[in-house]
């Protein structure tokens, strides 16, 4: 059993900042890339940002120069800081692992979600 669990969403003004956090526990023997995506109502989930095991980073063209995925491997933590939010911003971010469990299964696994709203 591995959970996925997220914190850090809220409302914020345009232009300011949010960081997410995602923690992964349970049955971990090795966490591969860690991401998240998003989602704004009546929408398809679209990629944000991921970073695998080696420490590289991708991001969507929409959020480069404004946010910055991090990870902690002792922690099997992932962070998101968010600067400069717009409000095209606004979704649902989630959080997704890609990992070996202890029973050597390689499967991708997802957060519930958290919300981010970009308003005035």
């Known amino acids: 059993q591995v959970q996925l669990v997220e914190s850090g969403g809220g409302l914020v003004q345009p232009g300011g900042s949010l960081r997410l956090s995602c923690a992964a526990s349970?049955?971990?023997?090795?966490?591969?890339?860690m991401g998240w995506y998003r989602q704004a109502p009546g929408e398809e989930r679209e990629f944000v940002a991921t970073?695998?095991?080696?420490?590289?980073?991708y991001y969507a063209d929409s959020v480069k120069g404004r946010f910055t995925i991090s990870r902690d491997n002792a922690r099997n933590t992932v962070h998101l800081q968010m600067t400069s939010l717009k409000p095209e911003d606004t979704a649902v971010y989630y959080c997704?692992?890609?990992?070996?469990?202890?029973?050597?299964?390689?499967?991708?696994?997802w957060g519930q979600g958290t919300q981010v709203t970009v308003s005035s």
């Open positions: 997704k692992a890609r990992l070996t469990s202890r029973t050597w299964q390689l499967n991708d696994y």
């Open positions: 970073i695998d095991s080696g420490g590289s980073t």
């Open positions: 349970g049955s971990i023997f090795r966490v591969n890339a």
